[in-house]
């Protein structure tokens, strides 16, 4: 089932002679339940693509569909609940408040939304992630791993539709950024979430089951890996 629909997606910053394209007519769709790794070199658009599709961020034009409807289209109220409800963010640098602890940063999507917690998933949530013992830790008192485990946490506990990661194991050494490969693919499977990762990591791209490559802000190949 199609749960994705990136049409001629264009991005610009600037005009005439200062005019930058980070994203230049981007089309592709994703079924429910896949693996994508966006990859490509610095400056290729990445990012900005990502960041689209989490509605953090509009096109200069272009279509983003996500469940058979059109995301760009909607107010800022409207895309606060998409925010909220249908995508998860994770970032590179965690973005955890740092006054809350693991488990506070974890359940503050549900919080905002003002959903009734369910401290049953949130248990079996932060067992599945390896917190159990740091739950009560402010992200101060955390390792750059385990601050990833909670930012992954939080992302995934509304059980959205899409999960969307941005360097995830971009600040990470190799054993901690392999356990949040083998999370994100815990999560893709688990819930059957449509993943989309954009990474330098190698390692990380050929767990994909598909790898989109960017240059310049076009689609340069879009290769099935499984």
Known sequence: MEILKVENLCKSYGAGETKVTALDNVS?????????SVVGP????????????????????????????EVLQKSQEELAIYRRRQVGLIYQFYNLIPVLNAEENIVLPLKLDGQKINQARVNELIDALGLTDRRKHLPKQLSGGQQQRV???????NAPALVAADEPTGNLDNQNGREIIELLKYSNKKYNQTLIVVTHDEELALQADRIIRLQDGKILSDEKLK
Do not use: N, Y
């Not at 592709?28 to 994508?36: H, T, V, W």
């Not at 930012?151 to 506990?157: C, L, Q, V």
């Open 28 to 36: 592709f769709s994703a079924q429910k339940g896949e693996f994508i």
């Open 151 to 157: 930012s992954i946490g939080r992302a995934i506990i």
């Open 42 to 69: 610095s400056g290729s658009g990445k990012s900005t693509l990502l960041h689209i599709i989490a509605g953090v961020d509009k096109p200069t034009s272009g279509k983003l569909i996500v469940d058979g409807k």
